[in-house]
């Protein structure tokens, strides 16, 4: 591969040159949402510039197979194993079933990537199908002695492994050794504080709607287990990268990266990609805090969805962004102003080969730079102010749009359409009669000619001939 794909490796600390186990493909495994409410903005930051990622490696010429989970069990309110089981809070919230609740909040989020312009990953895998999955990798780490049955739970025994905390740093290790969070509960079947639930049999969840026949009784799977699972059903045991929250570093990844590697024996994924936060002023934004920020509710306040996406793209993935509604009013000017601009430009002349190369380039090799989304983005002003034909211009923009997925050639073209006052079908009618204007002109049948530029001026349509042929505008 002629370009070298960069991206900051959690796991290393460092920006990396991404080299995937099979030449020319990358395996790539994204944590999906959990199912039991409306995905919040701040969630779907990760989302799309997971997207970004996975568009930027296929338009240098990755074959990219990206999967994604869906938490629809399992998922408890606290990340160490306590609280209730986020989708069965859900349902009782909503009066509805379990699965209910889970169907109507998938198709919800996918509702909400589709006017993000999020792609589908290519395998999308609901925890609820692959429970035979988790029951065989659980009763390997239990053969293997990475897991023990305790109070009718099974549990992953962290000090089993000789470097738990993969992707912290020596002070962070000594810090999560000891730090007890105050308003979790510990467990106290567990042997030792960071140790997880693979399996609950017996939990204070009596009334947990879904449950399964195990070896180890009827239960369900802990949250962690499902990514391992899920990725190496689709992916095999080896992956190139995996993505997730900066808030799924820990304990999520830790966990899973520990029962992954404990039954696999060996290394599992090389690159972990993590998106910051998305904060207000006062901190953090989640979904108990302030306005709970939907997608819908930015539709409801009349901001198009693609400007929430332009705004993340402006901004690194590794720096926390602060949001606010007057960011975004002059996120939805500056979309404005960038679609006009295009709409200005005219599609005539030939494109200019080297200077499509050249500025394809330009924008790869900030792709390139650790996914250097807002510098991507300059490329198409650089370009807008540079001395190359039009045609060149708007073949640039629609290439670039397969990444940034924006929408600008369509949103252009609206414009467009709305300015000039005409409609699909007057303007292909143009097309028509000026064809067939330049026929009767070749059979030197002028009188034909002229009706018909008489006929299109009626309509209210002057016509013009010009060295690159007969252009039009509409004059009333
Ligand atoms: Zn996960």
Known sequence: MENKFCIYNTLSRTVETVIPNEDGKIAMYTCGPTVYHYAHIGNLRSYIMEDILEKALR????????????????????????????????????????????????????????????KRPDVVEPATNCIPE??????????????????????????????????????????????????????????NKNDFVLWFTKSK?????????????????????????????????????????????????????????????HKWCNYWFHVHHLND?????????????????????????????LFCLQSHYRKPLEFSYEVLDNMTAAYEKLVKRIAELNGEGETDAEAFADYRNRFME??????????????IYDLLKADINDKTKLALIADFDQVLSLNLTEAAARLKEAGSGV????????????????????????????????????????????????VWEKIS
């Open 59 to 118: 338009y240098i010429g990755y074959d990219v197979k990206r999967v994604m989970n869906i938490t629809d069990v399992g998922h408890l309110s606290s990340d160490a194993d306590t609280g209730e089981d986020k989708m069965l809070a859900g349902a009782k919230r909503e009066h509805k079933t379990v699965m209910d609740v889970a169907r109507f909040y998938t198709d919800a989020f996918f509702s909400d990537c589709k006017k993000l312009n999020i």
């Open 281 to 309: 002023k006062s901190g953090k934004m989640s979904k108990s805090k302030g306005d709970f920020l939907t997608v819908s509710l930015l539709e409801e306040k009349g901001y198009d969805p693609l400007v929430y996406r």
């Open 205 to 265: 969840f009596e009334d947990q709607a879904l449950k399964w026949e195990s070896p180890w009784g009827t239960g369900y799977p802990g949250w962690h287990i499902e990514c391992s699972c899920i990725s190496m059903k689709h992916l095999g045991g080896r992956m190139d990268i995996h993505c997730g929250g900066v808030d799924n570093i820990f304990p999520h990844h830790t966990n899973e990266i520990a029962q992954s590697e404990a039954y696999l024996g």
């Open 134 to 191: 988790f029951i065989h990798m659980i009763s390997v780490l239990l053969e293997k002695g990475y897991a023990y049955q305790a109070g009718g739970n099974v549990y992953f025994d962290t000090s089993r492994l000789e470097d738990y905390f993969v992707f912290s740093s020596a002070v962070e290790k000594e810090q999560l050794q000891v730090g007890v969070r105050d308003d979790v509960d510990e467990d106290p079947n567990k042997r």
């Open 423 to 470: 409609d699909a079908e007057l303007e292909s009618y143009i097309k028509d009669r000026i064809a067939e204007r330049a026929a009767a002109k070749k059979e030197k049948d002028f009188a034909r000619a002229d009706a018909i530029r008489a006929e299109l001026l009626d309509r209210g349509i002057a016509i013009k001939d010009t060295r690159e042929g007969t």
């Open 366 to 379: 900030y792709l390139c730079s650790d996914l250097n989304t807002s510098m991507a983005v300059t490329v």
